[in-house]
Each structure stands twice: as C-alpha cells, then as structure tokens.
C-alpha cells in the first residue's frame, strides 16, 4: 500500500522557508541594531567614524551573512586603542548587548 506524501511535504518545505524567511529577517534585524548601537558608542571628533558605520547583508540557499564595519582607516586603533589612546569601544558593547536577544529569538524557532 502506498501512501500519499506529497502535501505533507509541500506543507513541510513551506514552513521551512518560511521559517529560513524570518530567521534571515532577525539576522538582518540584529545587524541593524549593532550597528545603530555602535553609531551612539562612537566618539566624535569630525563625524567620520560615526558616519563610517555600515553593514551589509548577504544570503545564499545554504547560508546567511551580516557583517558591520567601519572603514575609517582609524577605527580599530580606536575600537582597541594604543599604546598610547585608551581603547573606546564601540561595536564589541553593541555585539554583547544585541546578540544574547537574537539568540534568544533563534532558540525560539525550535520549541
């Protein structure tokens, strides 16, 4: 006796990607905030490094990408600091402080 799957697994895929669609959405969400976090947390001499925030999206079938950058040629001396400038860290605050409620929002999908 054969049995019938085919709706079972068209319904299947759909809530797959479904799911993939609002887990891309959070990712995406939680970039935005770090970076908007990071934005408040940068000090301002001329406005470059605050202006210098970015952050760009990538998606594939397999896998899913944010990355928040700062190409001001000076950010990481003061992200880390010197050995002569203390460190004023912008983005490491905003990763700690975002990434435990995307995390959170992702363990979610499993219960």
Known sequence: MDIDTSAFERTAKAYLRTVEDQLYKDLVG??????NESVRATPVD??????????RQSRTQYTAE??????????GFVEYGTRYQRSQPM??????????????????YGK
């Open 66 to 75: 944010v990355e928040i950058f700062n190409k001001v040629p000076y950010a």
């Open 46 to 55: 001329t406005g470059a490094l605050r202006a210098g925030w970015q952050v």
């Open 91 to 108: 983005l490491r605050p905003a990763v700690n402080k975002i990434l435990p409620r995307l995390i959170a929002k992702i363990r979610r």
């Open 30 to 35: 939680a970039g935005q905030e770090i970076r």
